[in-house]
């Protein structure tokens, strides 16, 4: 990195931090620190609610993903603006009108203490886990590409956000992230001019489009449906509708991360036009960072790509005997490419000429070089495997940085690691800013010290906010002596997130099921997720599916039983 | 035990440009509807 991409990075992510702690300085009680005084307008809890979902992972492996898959991605969130709506008309309402901090809270009133702490406490390690992983994530990638080291990134990263998260608290992190979001979607749309101005002369936009559509990049929505593979294909529109749906409403109806963001709303009207605001945008800010990677695809057929894009494995296979086979591979690699080269200028040609016979023989011959290339990368992989065993030989996360470092003029490389570590930072301060309202309002001034001065607890908030912060922090340092970290803690997520969305299905819509039946119901649950886990082969992300269900099934059972036995007593 | 006193329900004001909840609710499912026809149009054109 070049003294201007450093000048542009600190001052973009010093400007933001110095800001936010500026602005929201001296928050004296509970009522203004984690819930901003309830001053929030629609724009910033909508960025807000954005900024907060799309953390450094988003940009780094999002055009990576197109590069490899296409747009098909973009799916995954079509489930987003109905739970958008449906949260608008149910849940909202429902927490203004019981003033709650946090969405667990909800809980007791509708429950009981109990069935509102084991909720609360579920949350707390799966997001706890989570939010090291938000740190550490960005960081490997960071520090791999740019010889940082790991622990000064983390370190980094961890210490800013809990410095303007402790100092201003719910709005600190709001108002933040309204400029993080300005960054990053400023930085990723600069980026996107520059793939495109990076094409060849003689390539307009249009047909590096086409060249794009030819080579299977431009699958934005498939609504084939076989009953027998379909359900193993993870990005639809069927998926993406329903599971969408159910992965939106747990997340932004039950996830104090997001909650907290529109309970800050100034208005009920505030709030809603929030979430519907992020009901508008999610999927286009979606489709743009896709169609990035896409174009950034189409560069790379005109440019020769490297064999493996993770710098960082490559140079620690070069340091084993396996050297000169990578080399080797290398070599063939890079000779398919001149000629994958030839092929695609052919393409452009004969789509010029709007030939389809022509164009047609183009795509095959392109086709051809495509699938050579492909197998001498799973060739790289196979050695990567055997020289570096640890290795992770998915290279689709590092796409994007490695164009970003080796194609970006000086300043805009300063100003794209500034998306990314915004991206981090704003995703991470939300984590941080939700762990410690869960941690203060549902268990410490619930259940440990409930007549506490207002300073005391804005005192506890800060407190609990840096002690999950530190937690983060230790968390990501060591996080690389786990193998295949972000499965584990994916899977613990899943382990838990079907429940919680269960007890809250519950709370909303089934108003027979009262306390004790969903508490029983719940543990008995988790108990089935846990056997799933423990004694089956079902895929992870079913367990969403089957503790909710099993909540529902065990509460209705549960409250059949105690309702039949509170009857016989009463008669 | 509950943290805060439940006041009355809280009044809703109206969205803008629109009369009810509802225009807002049905503009953003109309934009998604129009979205998935625009993406399904992009995928066959470009196939």
């Known amino acids: ?571 | 035990m509950k943290n805060h006193p439940v006041d009355e329900e809280p009044p809703i004001e109206k969205p803008p440009f629109f009369k009810t909840w509802n225009g807002m609710y049905w503009l953003v499912l109309g934009n998604l509807a129009f979205t998935v026809v625009l993406f399904y149009i992009i995928t066959k054109l470009y196939e």
């Not at chain 1, 901003?36 to 988003?58: R, V």
């Not at chain 1, 490997?140 to 010889?147: D, H, K, V």
Request: net charge positive; with cysteine.
């Open chain 1, 1 to 571: 990195m070049r003294p201007l991409d450093w000048i542009v990075l600190l001052g973009t992510l010093g400007f933001i931090v110095i800001y936010g702690i500026w602005k929201t300085r001296g928050s004296k009680d509970i009522e203004g620190y984690l819930k901003g005084d309830n001053s929030m307008k629609w724009w910033t809890i909508g960025l807000s609610i954005m900024a907060t979902q799309a953390s450094a992972i988003t940009f780094l492996s999002t055009p990576g993903q197109a590069y490899e898959d296409g747009m098909r991605f973009v799916q995954f969130y079509f489930g987003l603006p109905i739970a958008m709506v449906i949260i608008s008309i149910t849940v909202i309402p429902i927490f203004y009108r019981l003033k709650v901090y946090t969405a667990y809270e909800f809980l007791e009133n509708r429950f009981d203490l109990k069935t509102r702490s084991l909720a609360a406490v579920l949350f707390l390690i799966q997001r706890g886990l989570a939010a090291g992983i938000t740190i550490y994530a960005p960081a490997i990638i960071l520090s791999t590409m740019l010889g940082w080291s790991l622990t000064a990134t983390i370190m980094v990263i961890g210490l800013v956000v809990i410095a303007y998260t402790m100092s201003g608290g719910t709005k600190a992190v709001s108002v933040t992230q309204k400029q993080q979001m300005a960054v990053m979607m400023g930085g990723m749309i600069i980026a996107g001019f520059m793939v495109v101005r990076y094409l060849p002369d003689n390539v307009s936009f249009v047909e590096a489009v086409a060249v794009a559509g030819k080579m299977g990049k431009m699958n934005v929505v498939d609504f084939s449906w076989d009953w027998k593979t379909s359900w193993n294909d993870r990005y639809n529109f069927w998926s993406g509708i329903t599971g969408g749906l159910f992965l939106s409403l747990s997340y932004f109806g039950t996830d104090q991360s997001q909650v907290a963001r529109y309970l800050g709303g100034k208005s009920i009207a505030e709030s809603r036009l929030g979430l519907l605001f992020n009901g508008l945008l999610k999927i286009p800010m979606q489709f743009i960072i896709l169609f990035i990677g896409v174009m950034v695809f189409v560069f790379y057929q005109f440019n020769q790509p490297p064999v493996f894009f993770n710098e960082g494995t490559k140079s620690k296979v070069y340091a084993t005997a396996h050297a000169d086979e990578l080399r080797s591979l290398e070599t063939k690699y890079n000779d398919i490419f001149k000629q994958k080269q030839q092929a695609v200028h052919g393409l452009v040609d004969a789509l010029k000429t709007e030939d389809e016979a022509a164009i047609a023989a183009a795509q095959e011959q392109v086709n051809t070089y495509t699938l050579a290339g492909k197998q001498v990368r799973e060739e790289v992989k196979g050695v990567i495997q055997k020289a570096v065993p640890d290795a992770e030989t998915k290279d689709t996360d590092y796409v994007f940085i490695s164009f970003i470092m080796k194609y970006l003029p000086t300043g805009l490389v300063g100003l794209l690691l500034a998306v990314i570590l915004s991206a981090a930072m704003s995703s991470t301060a939300s984590e941080l800013n939700a762990l410690a309202s869960t941690s203060v309002i549902d268990i410490y001034k619930r259940s440990v010290q409930q007549d506490g001065s207002p300073i005391h607890y804005v005192k506890a908030s800060k407190l609990f906010t840096a002690g999950w912060g530190f937690i983060a922090i230790l968390f990501a340092t060591y996080a690389s002596l786990l193998d295949n970290l972000i499965q584990a803690v994916n899977i613990i997520g899943s382990i838990f997130y079907g429940t919680i969305l269960g007890i809250f299905l519950v709370a909303f819509y089934l108003k027979r099921i009262k306390g004790n039946a969903v508490f029983y119901g719940a543990i008995l649950a988790e108990a089935v997720v846990l056997y799933c886990y423990f004694f089956t082969d079902i895929a992870f992300l079913w367990f969403n599916v089957i503790g909710c269900v099993a909540v529902v099934i065990f509460g209705f059972i549960l409250q059949a039983l105690i309702g039949k036995k509170e009857k016989e007593l009463v008669a």
